[in-house]
């Protein structure tokens, strides 16, 4: 199920994010920060950050859509914490703080290898019937 969510989202696959988990009430995935996903101090750009967590948040409100509706996303709010370093892969895991009928906003914490935070990703996913 994973691959058929991450294929269906060209760009998830252009950076290289891997979805490992994907249920209604779960969304985790991975990706390896490359040079090309950095800013010039070798360290994970936000926009990689914040697109690797509008991609696991968008999947998991997707999962939880009644049959033939669609989602997008209509607020996204980051908080940096701390690098990631080109090299490391850093994991993300996506939780549904509210899913309702019109929206549903998602949570998304993004580690390091070691465990350490690099941000905090909280977004709101609109319901299109």
């Not at 990689?48 to 948040?57: E, H, N, R």
Request: net charge neutral.
């Amino acid at each position: 199920m994973s691959e058929d969510i991450g294929s269906a989202q060209p760009l998830a696959a252009l950076l290289g994010i891997e979805i490992v988990e994907a249920t209604r009430a779960r969304v985790v995935g991975r990706l390896k920060v490359r040079p090309d996903l950095c800013t010039s101090w070798n360290t994970i750009h936000g926009g990689t950050i914040m697109a690797l967590a509008d991609t696991l948040g968008a999947t998991g409100a997707y999962l939880n859509l009644p049959e033939g509706a669609r989602t997008t996303t209509i607020e996204s709010k980051t908080n940096f914490i701390g690098p990631a370093a080109e090299g490391e892969t850093v994991t993300a895991e996506s939780l549904p703080v509210h899913v309702g009928k019109r929206s549903s906003v998602w949570q998304t914490r993004i580690s390091r290898d070691d465990g350490k935070l690099v941000a905090i990703v909280t977004q709101t996913q609109l319901v299109l019937s």
